[in-house]
Nanobody, 123 residues
Framework: QVQLVESGGGLVQAGGSLRLSCASS????????MGWFRRAPGKEREFVAG??????FYADSVKGRFTISRDTAKNTVYLQMSGLKPEDTADYYC??????????????????WGQGTQVTVSS
């Protein structure tokens, strides 16, 4: 059974940093495309960052501030967020896409999802 469990969310002041974790059981993060998405209050869910093999890709809104990485020994994917802004406030979700398929920035193209972790950035 596949499980993706996010953690690391919380309340932070604008300009601060947080590191989100996505612990995977049942699938190897080393071979799946792993993505982070977020949904802000009253807004549509949006892509944030992804990693496939050694390649990473980001939404323009977070490029240069967020970094996605993974630790294969811990089977965990991370999202390091710095320079946080109030508009980064959202529920953040981890997702996994079956290997050997193209990268995607669409939520529906992913096959497994976590339950989310809340990030609140105060001004």
């Amino acid at each position: 059974q596949v499980q993706l469990v996010e953690s690391g969310g919380g309340l932070v002041q604008a300009g601060g940093s947080l590191r989100l974790s996505c612990a995977s059981s049942g699938l190897p993060v080393s071979s799946y495309t792993m993505g982070w998405f977020r949904r802000a209050p009253g807004k549509e869910r949006e892509f944030v960052a992804g990693i496939r093999w050694s390649a990473t890709f980001y939404a323009d809104s977070v490029k240069g501030r967020f970094t996605i990485s993974r630790d294969t020994a811990k089977n965990t994917v991370y999202l390091q967020m710095s320079g946080l802004k109030p508009e980064d406030t959202a529920d953040y979700y981890c997702a996994a896409r079956t290997p050997f398929r193209n990268t995607s920035r669409l939520w529906d193209d992913y096959d497994y999802w976590g339950q989310g972790t809340q990030v609140t950035v105060s001004s």
